[in-house]
């Protein structure tokens, strides 16, 4: 049975322990929200200081040329790159996710004219739902939702793109890439994998996979701030035929030759629209370059490790409690999620006690435990505190009920 | 005849002359640039800090509530609206204007649904032609481009949308916007204008014009930031009936109920798409309060006698150089532009001088005259600059003809 002298040793044995000095964890908070918003790390703010004061503040416009900044897209693409099985030439930085679905979705159907059907599965993260739905009202797309077990048996000859997020954002649960992969293929579909829970935290091999699209999140496992730039993977093979109708200055192949009329890029930028917000980017840039140095291995191994320990604690602590997530560590993404009907007041409790997890509407309390700064202490001191607040009944006092904007 | 001495009195009775200490502009440095990359107000830098440091490094995701980070959009938008003749909740701060633009396009031709045309001007900034080109390729819009003049004669029942940049990227002309405006309306289109080279330096009165749709520049005039998140204007009057295609999470009317299917928010909120970028946003907040502490009105005033001064002073040492803005200081933007088959050598031998204005392919030097920071000395400086590099023929060097990537 988990104990905390155990959590004490594992975090001492544990390779990846000095990773979490260079983050600004706050003191005394046990923080299992990296998967919504990950933490802060050491180097960004000097960073952000050294682009504002001297690239932007000294160089001005020289610097999209002097600091680099026109490159900065790629050269954090090529970063990224290797965390998600791609080529660096594969992935770039910019935009939002949705607004990355939303390029990506169209290009799938301008590449399959003739289909018009985009399969995901209900509950879906809302984001890669609505997307398509966008598309719908345009005429362009026909939206269909199959339940998994039943996505193979939904690829027929209309439709155009299979869109799924690889890592459930509620559950946790893991699509096995390769298998869906290939079952898009042979009925004649692309396929688009949206990685925000999954990007830093779990195996990814898009390339071995022969995935043709990927999206994928900043602000999450790769702490490059909130709202922090998207990324964009296309499979080189396709870098020739992809079109994406978002088809702004910055994905021209002479971006400043102003031309009238477009002309797309020859690779990757292909997929840009605006200027790259270079803030943004700076940030992404510091984290996701910590997270490359760690390394995805080791972190996977960590994550692994955390959500056994987790799941020991919390089988101690809240027996009873419903756990959604896959028993598998190989079939989940780096979180536990259960299920109480009464999920928002037990977060509202734990945050008083200093424990941050996340709700789902309308029944998920969630954990996610990013491996470059989570300690096994951390798991511990969570489910002690979730035992305590549904032992001490605190939960149901009025002020943990009340929703707030952003839940 | 111009002169240094009219310049310093001229600055010493500039009413805005205070607000210039409020930016980093590097000693020694002319810089007429500020229509492409405005200056480092000197607040960033502190805010940026505080928004990295406390509010995502301690306040971690509890900020999207506690810090407001979720309000940021509209609030700015807030901000911005009195500079462009609007009312708070028209306008909201988010994405690229090139995406906005592709929303803005895209939803209008939703609303004029049967008509497919796009009218513009060529010549036209090429991120507003190429995102009409973008939805070209997918068979949704037909673009139609008429000269200045030939507008209102183009404007025919095929007419979904009038889509024009108010004051011209390269010779800074502006057009009518009232004028235009009707003219659109009396065809049966909606009107949008991309105020980029407008907002915060000339005067705009979208609601007086009843103007429908536009989009504008962060990073330009409202001093924002490299990259900064641009904004989107809807009139009120659409507000119920207009839908966007790149329905994220983030303009659905309740994003934290995660819902399957899509439905708009009420207001202007339906606009925006993915999580707001809360870096760039904070930077842009800082900056756009600035200009509207300052005010549009006396921000109009300044530019113009800045322009009416710069004139003078390229008179007297560049009189053979042609101008290609126009003479009227009310049908121009805040910039003066001169044509020269070597104006990227020149605006190179400018920059070696301490100079820096703009290089807009193939043949023209544009001077930005942001009103908030710009002396007139530094217009005088600009002038007797360039009057030099044009006698000694110093342009003439090789280390001058050099394109870097990002003219």
């Known amino acids: ?55 932007w503040g000294e160089g001005l ?11 900065a897209p790629r050269r954090i693409g090529a970063i990224i790159a290797p965390l998600i099985g791609a080529q660096p030439g594969e992935v770039i930085a910019c935009d939002s996710t949705s607004v990355n679905l939303f390029k ?6 301008l590449m399959r004219s003739g289909r018009k059907v985009v399969l995901s599965e209900p509950g879906n993260f809302p984001t890669d739902l609505y997307m398509i739905a966008g598309l719908e009202a345009q005429g362009l797309a026909e939206r269909r939702l199959a339940e998994r077990g039943g996505l193979e048996a939904a690829l027929d000859e209309d439709v155009a793109l299979l869109l799924l997020t690889h890592v459930h954002y509620k559950t946790g649960a893991m699509h096995d890439m390769a298998a869906l992969t290939k079952a898009a293929h042979d009925a004649g579909a692309l396929v688009l994998w949206d990685l925000s829970h999954s990007a830093g935290a779990v195996p990814v091999d898009l390339n071995g996979c022969e995935a043709d699209l990927a999206v994928g999140c900043g602000y999450k496992y790769l702490n490059g701030g909130p709202g922090a730039p998207a990324f964009t993977y296309v499979a080189q093979r396709h870098h020739d035929a992809i079109l994406q109708p978002l088809t702004g200055w910055m994905g021209h192949a002479a971006p400043f030759a102003f031309t009238d009329d477009y002309a797309p890029a020859p690779g990757i930028e292909r997929m840009l629209t605006g200027t790259p917000p270079i803030l ?4 992404l840039e510091v984290g996701v370059a910590q997270i490359a140095e760690i390394g995805i291995d ?11 320990f987790l799941r020991a604690a919390m089988a101690r602590f809240a027996p009873d409690l419903e756990c ?9 993404g780096s979180q536990l999620s259960f299920r109480h009907p009464e999920a928002y007041a037990l977060s509202q409790a734990l945050i008083a006690r200093g424990v941050i997890g996340d709700f789902r509407d309308p029944d998920i309390l969630r954990f996610g435990l990013a ?5 096994f202490e951390d798991c511990w001191h969570a489910a002690e505190a979730l035992g305590e607040v549904l032992a001490s009944g605190e939960w149901k006092r009025e002020e943990f009920r009340q929703r707030a904007v952003v839940t």
Chains 1, 2 share one sequence.
């Open 324 to 332: 959604v997530s896959p028993g598998d560590p190989a079939a989940r």
């Open 298 to 308: 080791r972190l996977v191994a960590k994550s692994r490790a955390l959500g056994a």
């Open 104 to 109: 990506l979705i169209s290009a799938a159907l």
């Open 1 to 55: 049975m988990a104990s905390l002298a155990e959590a004490r040793a594992l975090d001492d044995a544990d390779p990846l322990a000095g990773y979490r000095r260079q983050f600004a964890i706050p003191p005394g908070l046990v923080y299992l929200d990296g998967n919504s918003l990950g933490a802060l790390p050491l180097g960004t703010a000097a960073r952000l200081g050294e682009v504002v004061r001297k690239e």
């Open 61 to 71: 416009v020289r610097s999209w040329n002097d600091a680099h900044w026109i490159e």
């Open 371 to 375: 491996p470059a700064y989570i300690r």
């Open 280 to 283: 943004g980017l700076a940030a």
